[in-house]
């Protein structure tokens, strides 16, 4: 029973490149949560998706930074343009349908040089 | 409102010492209360988790308190071990908003053999 997983592990990018981050949720998952942590700081909230949609976006900044959850294959966080200030672990987290815990991947490192 | 303030920053203790993190909330919306472990390079695993309609919960060495009317909620380690040494979050959702966790901003744990 495979966990939430989440490639590639590690990316490096020079500003103002992309960056796509994919996840796969848990078996039986349909929730799928975008978390970011900053350098020895906590998990700060991001977007919440469910199959083909956006539910909650409240923690998105408001450019170069969209997600999508396709009804076939991961969920994608896509960076546009990205600067030294993008430079952190991405974590994606899934949950079952009622919700209550989710379930961490073992993250995303972003580092922009 | 949304704000998980956690405590301490930073915790050194004793092998077999008891370890103790607290956290504090203000939405009184919040009825969900997790704790997670973290180690260096990996995604954070969930521990232990309460709702508020009990005072304590016990697993294993691993024990929240919590106290409502106080809008406080704490992790006691029993027995601290080396193999404990990481970095804990307790978070916060709730099932009436999209369940999205807000985290506090952790407790680095230092235990010494």
């Known amino acids: 029973n495979a966990g939430v997983m989440q490639n590639p592990r590690h990316l490096v990018r020079r500003r103002g490149q992309e960056a796509r981050l994919r996840c796969s949720p848990m078996?039986?998952?349909?929730?799928v949560y975008w978390y970011r942590q900053l350098p020895e700081e906590g998990l700060k909230f991001m977007v919440y998706l469910q199959k083909e949609n956006i539910i909650d976006e409240s923690g998105m900044p408001k450019e170069r930074f969209s997600a999508e959850f396709p009804k076939e294959g991961p969920s994608i966080l896509r960076i546009q343009q990205v600067v030294r200030g993008d430079s952190a672990a991405y974590f994606c987290?899934?949950?079952?349908?009622?919700?209550?815990?989710?379930?961490f991947g073992e993250g995303s490192w972003l580092t922009v040089v | 409102q949304q704000q998980v303030k956690q405590s301490p920053q930073s915790l050194i203790v004793q092998k077999g010492g008891i370890s103790i993190i607290n956290c504090a909330y203000e939405?009184?919306?919040?009825?969900?209360f997790p704790w997670y472990q973290q180690f260096p390079g990996k995604g954070p695993a969930l521990l232990i988790a309460?709702?508020?309609?009990?005072s304590e919960k016990k697993e294993g060495r691993f024990t929240i308190s919590f106290n409502k009317s106080a809008k406080q909620f704490s992790l006691h380690i029993m027995d601290s071990q080396p193999g404990d040494s990481a970095t804990y979050f307790c978070?916060?959702?709730?099932?009436?908003?999209?369940?999205?966790?807000?985290f506090g901003t952790g407790t680095r744990l230092k235990v010494l053999a």
């Open positions: 978070a916060a959702s709730w099932s009436s908003g999209t369940y999205k966790y807000i």
């Open positions: 987290a899934s949950s079952p349908q009622d919700r209550t815990t989710i379930y």
């Open positions: 939405n009184t919306a919040f009825d969900y």
């Open positions: 309460i709702r508020p309609d009990v």
């Open positions: 078996k039986g998952h349909s929730h």
